[in-house]
């Protein structure tokens, strides 16, 4: 059985790892998961982005914590990766992972060649688990709804690439911001369509999250799919479909806010944030007409 190493006995002040360890279901490689250690004043919510992030105060004796880097378990041998829940449940899909396993150490070599995950996790090991993650979701069976995963991996993805560009002065970083961003609101899209018409489920996952502290979820899909897609089409320079984006995403919005007042069990953030948006689309939804001349419903 593979021993935990000095690196990993001590891990870091808010962190530890699993005495048993996991074992790759393609490899069958022993390795052992890092997680956040609970209480003790070690996470100070802060406030919660549009996109339903949950930022974090930083912490006077722990120091920068970011719990969604710890979210995706990853082998160190073959980069297979996945979220802790999805880990073990391959299916058909676990010859078609062993096969691609050249294209995800393509993958780190291109990014983080020398990327160690038997170590303790920082910032660049959590971005690097998510990129493997969405590349291992496309192979995944529809039962573990890969298309709303990809969705949340993506826009996490989009979070960190974000704090990086913060700190880094790499073009990189801001460029995978705003990929991973379009890649987001393509999935959430998607999952929404796919959730209506029956062709993926949108509850194969314990946590539709976005983001790690709150499970949001219908809702949450709902809200997002409408909020990406509205943040994306703000820049479309080409007016008509502009417009028949905000009509789309304004009925998203309408359902949303006017559910929202028939039932108390709607969350606030979302119905004040989906209220906000709908008023905001119907002033532009009639700017555009105005300008195009004709409506566009």
């Known amino acids: 059985m593979d021993e935990l190493s000095k690196d990993q006995q001590h891990a870091s002040s808010f962190t530890f790892f699993s005495k048993t360890p996991m074992e790759c279901p393609l490899c069958q490689t022993e390795f052992h998961r890092e997680d956040l250690r609970s209480g003790g004043g070690r996470l100070i919510a802060g406030k919660l982005t549009h996109d339903l992030r949950r930022l974090y105060q930083d912490n006077k004796k722990f120091g920068v914590i970011i719990p969604m880097i710890y979210s995706v378990s990853v082998c160190p041998e073959c980069y297979y990766a996945a979220l802790y829940e999805d880990f073990y449940s391959l299916g058909k899909s676990r010859e078609k992972l062993i096969e691609h396993q050249l294209t995800r150490e393509k993958l780190v070599q291109q990014l983080y060649p020398g990327i160690n995950y038997h170590q303790v996790r920082n910032i660049e090991h959590g971005l690097m688990s998510y990129l493997l993650a969405i590349d291992c979701y496309k192979l995944m069976d529809k039962r573990q709804s890969p298309t709303l995963k990809r969705g949340i991996l993506s826009l996490r993805v989009s ?13 990189v ?3 995978m911001k705003q990929i991973f961003y379009r890649k987001a609101a393509k999935y959430y899209g998607l999952a929404l369509g796919y959730s209506q018409n029956g062709t993926e489920p949108f509850d194969g996952t314990r946590n539709i999250g976005p983001d790690t502290d709150k499970n949001w979820g219908y809702d949450g899909l709902l809200y997002l799919a409408g909020l990406l897609n509205y943040k994306l089409a703000e820049s479309d320079k080409n007016l008509e479909r502009k417009g028949k984006t905000y009509v789309k995403v304004r009925r998203i919005m309408g359902k949303l806010y006017g559910g929202g007042r028939a039932s108390k069990d709607k969350p606030t953030v979302i119905l004040n944030n989906a209220k906000d948006i709908y008023d905001d689309l119907r002033k532009n939804i009639k700017q555009i007409e105005e300008e195009l001349g004709q409506p566009l419903e």
């Open 159 to 171: 979070w960190l690439a974000n704090d990086m560009a913060k700190h880094y002065d790499k073009p």
């Open 173 to 175: 970083f801001t460029s």
